[in-house]
């Protein structure tokens, strides 16, 4: 039964997805989000645990984030390959509201545009 249910719950998803055209109910495809940067798996690629829960890849080949990891930073950026994305997250919202998940954090791809360093470190 539940299988039917995230069967029907993709349909309704994929059918909103292209009755709203390019809207992305209101996402944009830029993002600034503020939490705290980590090195990732390489030298050029970064994590950002946001404060609201959500977490992100950061890339950047115009901001300097190394400098950065372990500091609490506001960053914008374009969110990568945002239409997905976008469906992905409504997808999400709809099996939360749907009672079928119980978490609802956002996790994405970020090519950062701009840094803001909030504090040095990352505790509260």
Known sequence: MRNVFLCLL???TVFVWAMAGDSDKGKSDT????GCL???DNSKEFNLKADDGSSWEVKSSTV????????????????????AHNMKEDTKDMA???GITKENKEHGHLKATDLQMVSESCTK
């Open 10 to 12: 993709l349909v309704c």
């Open 31 to 34: 993002r600034t989000v503020t």
């Open 38 to 40: 980590s090195q990732g």
């Open 64 to 83: 300097s984030l190394a400098p950065h990891v372990g500091h609490k930073v506001t960053v914008t950026g374009e969110v990568s390959h945002a239409t």
């Open 96 to 98: 939360h509201d749907a």
